[in-house]
């Protein structure tokens, strides 16, 4: 098999931006698609890099199925080089988290724009390097908070925008995750806090973004506890097995395992993963029960905000049922936001199950008086129809005007991910964390200024 770091047919458009995209795991498709198909007017997919060839050579070809020109390919250690020669506009970043500040600060020092998925990074010196590296170039970051653009939750933002209920003074938000969803964060690189920061980084940050941007306020201090009860050695003796075990390829009790997942099952994640396995030994199928995971299960924390409110939170990974509750308490009254999401398994190809009124409840109880239920706005697609318009929002040159300011740049991704680096320190030391001092910027940030380089 030959690797090509050469765009190998075709002859690109002129007037369109140039995008690459490093990392090729099951999100970023999504991306690419995009750029290949309905926003191939103003967008052309010049380079793609990953760690791992067959999944770099998988991206390239996937072109082909585009009808694409199809884009040179790059290991992740010739990012540089990608850069160089290839010289794009944007770079779409879809790494492992903890490896997102290395592309980011490369693009930006190179002239690029960048596109980032969620969390922007995983503790505080690197959010504090890429702030600089912004301010020094002038390029931008942005962070793809797809939540932001779910019809349900741009409408809890209207609610609140529109005054109904006060001004807000606490929120209790309780997010759910299955053992479907919530177990595969236990099989992949995220169960290494090391790599994703932990549920309260990688998961959460979506969750304390969506809070940020609802009360438009700044996060400023945060005290947590956590534990892992439910994925541990001693879980799988009470499933009725001998103990953990290494993988779900080569369990011996699989036939046992609730939790087995068979990888050569499922096509895409056999091409994904399976099958590039001879390149770098990455096992997509880990036992969640193994002893050496090292992120919570179990997650509660209680943040302040600038503007006086307050944040009960918690998110549990291993439920009976997937989604959130969410209820602001104001001046005025109380708004209440109930979610139930499909079951979900990263990078399994199945249709994304729309949304429908039984799913979604949105009411508003006035101090004085009864309350009343919204009908709830309904979109079809990934992340609750979310993906679809974020995609338009960053593609399209000029993205209409936006009322409810979803996009989200790098400063919203520290006031998202500074949450759950903070929580992390809380753990660790059982007290409250001001979250200007892990980051003393902070307070010029939450101001809306600019740091100093």
Not at 73 to 79: C, E, I, Q, R, V
Not at 263 to 288: F, I, M
Request: charged fraction near 25%; charge should be neutral.
């Amino acid at each position: 098999m030959a690797f090509s770091s050469s765009i190998s047919s075709g002859k690109l458009a002129a007037g369109r931006r140039r995008y690459a995209i490093v990392g090729l795991g099951s999100r970023h498709e999504l991306y690419q698609d995009a750029i290949q198909t309905t926003y191939a007017h103003c967008a052309e997919l010049v380079a793609v890099g990953d760690s791992n060839q067959g999944r770099m050579e998988r991206s390239r070809q996937r072109s082909v199925r585009n009808r694409a020109v199809i884009p040179a390919g790059y290991l992740a250690a010739d990012f540089g080089r990608l850069l160089a020669e290839c010289r794009p506009d944007v770079v779409v970043v879809t790494t492992p988290d903890a490896s997102h500040h290395e592309y980011i600060i490369a693009a930006m020092n190179a002239g690029c724009d960048v596109v980032t998925e969620k969390p922007l990074t995983i503790d505080a010196d690197k959010c504090r390097r890429i702030l600089e590296v912004s301010q020094l170039t002038g390029r931008r970051c942005r962070v793809a908070f797809n939540y932001r653009y779910s019809p349900p939750r741009t409408q809890v933002k209207e609610v609140l925008m529109s005054g109904v209920v006060g001004d807000i003074l606490s929120v209790d938000f309780h997010w759910l995750l299955n053992t479907h969803h919530g177990a595969d964060y236990f099989r992949r690189w995220h169960s290494r806090k090391e790599v994703s920061g932990g549920l309260l980084v990688h998961k959460s940050t979506h969750h304390f973004d969506l809070i940020n941007w609802w009360l438009g306020a700044a996060p400023v201090a945060v005290m947590a506890s956590g534990k892992r009860e439910f994925y541990t050695p001693e879980s799988a003796q009470r499933q009725g097995l001998t103990g953990a075990h290494k993988r779900c390829l080569t369990c011996s009790e699989k036939s046992q395992c609730d939790f087995y997942l068979d990888l050569a099952a499922k096509p895409k994640l056999k091409s994904l993963y399976l099958d590039q396995e001879k390149y770098d030994d990455y096992h997509r199928d880990q036992c969640v029960f193994r002893a050496e995971v090292d992120i919570e299960d179990t997650m509660n924390a209680l943040v302040s905000y600038d503007s006086g409110a307050t944040l009960s939170y918690s998110l549990n990974a291993f439920n009976a049922w997937e989604g959130y509750t969410v209820a602001f308490n104001g001046t005025k009254g109380r708004l209440e936001h109930t979610l139930v999401e499909s079951v979900y398994l990263n990078g399994v190809e199945t249709a994304a199950s729309p949304l429908n009124g039984d799913d979604v409840k949105i009411r508003v109880v006035p101090l004085r008086g009864a309350g009343y239920d919204l009908a709830p706005w309904i979109a079809e697609g990934d992340h609750g129809g979310g993906d679809r318009l974020m995609l338009a929002d960053i593609f399209l040159p000029e993205p209409p005007f936006d009322k409810y300011q979803r996009a989200a740049d790098a400063r919203a991704g520290v006031s998202s991910v500074i949450v759950g680096i903070g929580a992390n320190r809380s753990l660790q030391t059982g007290a409250r964390v001001l979250l200007a001092d892990l980051l003393p910027e902070w307070v010029q940030l939450a101001r809306g200024a600019s740091i100093e380089a």
